[in-house]
């Protein structure tokens, strides 16, 4: 039966991995795949998660199944964590998924479930894997104008007038900060503006959670969230634990809903439960328990907050590295976008060819649409990197 398949393309960032992987060039640089790296190019093992893991193996007593909506202590800390008391606990419900892309894939499964033919609204670009993760589920994807690849700020305007213009009941996915692929997130003022519109047009947020405390704190970041909980009666949200407590392969998020009404949260619950029976049965333990015996031991959550600092602030000192570098190699040039970028994503901003010649005369490594994760430069290789990137101007 196999035998009618057909070769999928491949994926492009998986294959950029293995290309630099390959590349024998010692001065090589990936600034193309998605996680975090330290100043010495690791993807490091935070250290609380290591210690909350030695105190996880002295202490669990079981490893029998744990239940569709994974770990309640666990799923109390995530959603604290992320709404803080902004929204009312008897209309919100929160399970544990396997990472975001799965909260991904759940949120969209449900909302099948509840809604005909529903269509998510999502930003011009956005994160690669929400089309398949959305569409693939059977959701309609139509697109809101973002990101100005010239001027390089967000289009608030055309945003909101498009957003104006969608139906009554349509959802919206936004990127809570640190937006995947640009860095550009709304100001306060605009989250206000935006949300205002929603509001009105009684339009469903659909809020993805994947960078919490690496723009501005572990607050302000969840901003958004908070405000659009506080002010609407439905939302989604899907939340990462990937990038700030490292746990990219542990597969550990959350979903959030929020509902018009206390009366839906049962049925609600026993929906999720039912669909996440038939999808993967259960949310893998390991990683959540590790984030939940961070969250509710004091010294190690204290602990934690300054590792996403030092991630975040890492991140911020190589994307001024790198503008600086830059304002003296190609002085002709306006780089300053990158200043304005938060998180580890923003544009470059050259063009394919451009991204082509980095590759292959310097092996720099991004994607074609000049993407770059910020966290693959560091003190040694920014030099090497502003004169390739000048070079090919
Ligand atoms: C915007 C965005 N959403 C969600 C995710 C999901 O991450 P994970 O499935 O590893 O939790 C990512 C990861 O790169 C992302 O960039």
Not at 131 to 149: F, I, N, S, V
Not at 331 to 338: C, K, N, Q
Request: net charge negative; proline share 5%.
């Amino acid at each position: 039966m196999f035998e009618s398949l057909q070769p999928m393309p491949a994926d492009a960032i998986l294959g950029l991995i293995v290309e630099h992987r390959n590349d024998p060039r010692p001065e090589k640089i990936d600034l193309g795949v998605g996680v975090y790296r330290d100043a010495s190019g690791q993807t490091p093992v935070p250290d609380t998660v290591k210690q909350a893991e030695k105190r996880l193996l002295a202490t669990q007593s079981s490893k029998a199944y744990i239940g569709t909506a994974g770990d309640a202590l666990f799923n109390a800390s995530m959603q604290a964590l992320t709404f803080d008391a902004a929204a009312p606990d008897d209309r919100l419900i929160t399970i544990q998924t396997p990472g975001g892309s799965g909260s991904l894939r759940v949120a969209a499964g449900i909302v099948l479930r509840a809604k005909e033919n529903p269509t998510v609204w999502v930003s011009t670009p956005t994160w690669a894997n929400h089309e398949p993760l959305l569409g693939g589920a059977g959701m309609t994807l139509k697109e809101y104008p973002y990101y100005d690849r010239h001027g390089h700020v967000i289009q608030i305007d055309a945003m909101l007038e498009t957003l104006r213009a969608a139906p009554k009941g349509d959802l919206v996915l936004f990127h809570a900060c640190c937006h995947n692929p640009s860095g550009l997130d709304p100001s306060v003022e605009q989250w206000r503006a935006i949300t205002d519109v929603l509001l009105e047009r009684e339009l469903v947020p659909f809020i993805d959670l994947a960078y919490q405390g690496f723009a501005k704190n572990l607050d302000d970041d969840a901003f958004a969230i908070r405000h659009m909980a506080s002010h609407l009666p439905e939302m989604i949200v899907t939340s990462s634990c990937s990038k700030n407590f490292g746990l990219y392969r542990d597969r550990v998020g959350t979903l959030s809903v929020l509902v018009a009404s206390a009366a839906t949260v049962p049925i609600l619950a026993s929906q999720l439960s039912h669909y996440v029976r038939t999808l993967y049965s259960m949310p893998p333990d390991h990683g959540a328990a590790i984030v939940s015996i961070i969250l509710n031991d004091d010294d190690l959550r204290a602990q934690w907050i300054g590792e996403v600092s030092e991630m975040r602030d890492r991140i911020h000192d190589m994307r001024a590295l790198l503008s600086d570098a830059l304002k003296a190699k190609a002085p002709d040039h306006d780089f300053s976008h990158l200043l304005r970028a938060n998180g580890m994503f923003c544009f470059l901003g050259v063009t394919a060819e451009q991204v082509a010649r980095l590759k292959k005369d310097y092996g720099i490594y991004m994607v074609d649409s000049s993407r770059i994760n910020v966290a693959g430069i560091t003190a040694e290789n920014v030099d090497y990197l502003a004169s390739s990137i000048a070079a090919v101007l």
